[in-house]
């Protein structure tokens, strides 16, 4: 019994030490983007980490080795959990957020561009969801 009441101290102590340290990130402006893994194209490839950085002419992720991907005109089309095989390669707990976006050349009508998934800690699903916002759905 006493085993339980150490392991559930733990736990408490380290949900307590992350939430504290996305409130000090956040505090700070973020000036270094949000943390996630992405898989570019959506479905296909293996998961990559990097930073999504918000800006003006639209969100880009940065992954840590290779070239930045502009998300011009992107668009969240779905937020979903991740499934048993990709909790494996990422953090079961994370947020896997389905984006399309446009190349920029199309006049803004998303034709010719593609999709990433983007795959984020559920404190900082907000945050990226205010950099690529969600799809207007076409509801009654």
């Not at 048993?84 to 920029?104: D, F, H, L, Q, W």
Request: proline fraction near 10%; glycine fraction near 18%.
């Amino acid at each position: 019994m006493i085993e339980f009441l150490a392991l559930a101290a733990a736990a408490a102590g380290v949900g307590w030490l992350v939430r504290r340290r996305h409130r000090q990130r956040v505090a700070a402006g973020s000036p270094d983007g949000i943390p996630c893994m992405a898989r570019h194209p959506a479905g296909a490839g293996r998961w990559r980490m990097g930073r999504v950085f918000p800006g003006p002419g639209g969100a880009r992720w940065v992954p840590r080795r290779g070239e930045p991907v502009p998300l011009p005109g992107g668009r969240a089309t779905g937020v979903r959990a991740p499934s048993v095989k990709e909790g494996m390669s990422i953090n079961p707990g994370s947020r896997i957020v389905a984006c399309t976006y446009g190349t920029g050349g199309d006049g803004g009508t998303g034709e010719g561009g593609g999709s990433i998934e983007i795959a984020v800690m559920p404190l900082d699903l907000q945050e990226l969801l205010e950099a690529v916002p969600q799809a207007e759905t076409d509801a009654p």
